[in-house]
Nanobody
């Protein structure tokens, strides 16, 4: 069974920074793309950023220039460095990964709260 466990969320003032981490565990043969999504109250879940196993990155327009996604393949971990946070970044952030075990599966973390307010 594959598990994704997020950490690093919390509350911060506008302009502040947070770093999210998501570690995968279980019997894993390979991890393909990893990413972060978020869901604000009353809104649909949306893509924040993704990164392929080769390091190619993709960002939502709303976070370009402020957020950076990275990964450590040896640690099976993906990170999201969030700078210049805005109140509209407030949401539950979810980690996502495409994981090959005996088959391919798309996995989600449990979600972690990020709150930006003064």
């Amino acid at each position: 069974q594959v598990q994704l466990v997020e950490s690093g969320g919390g509350s911060v003032q506008p302009g502040g920074s947070l770093r999210l981490s998501c570690a995968a565990s279980g019997i894993i043969f390979r991890i393909d793309a990893m990413g972060w999504y978020r869901q604000a109250p009353g809104k649909q879940r949306e893509l924040v950023a993704t990164i392929t196993s080769g390091g190619s990155r993709n960002y939502a327009d709303a976070v370009k220039g402020r957020f950076t996604i990275s990964r450590d393949n040896a640690k099976k971990t993906v990170y999201l460095q969030m700078n210049s946070l805005k109140p509209e970044d407030t949401a539950v952030y979810y980690c996502n990964a495409g994981v090959v075990t005996t088959t391919f599966g798309n996995y989600w973390g449990q979600g972690i709260q990020v709150s930006v307010s003064s």
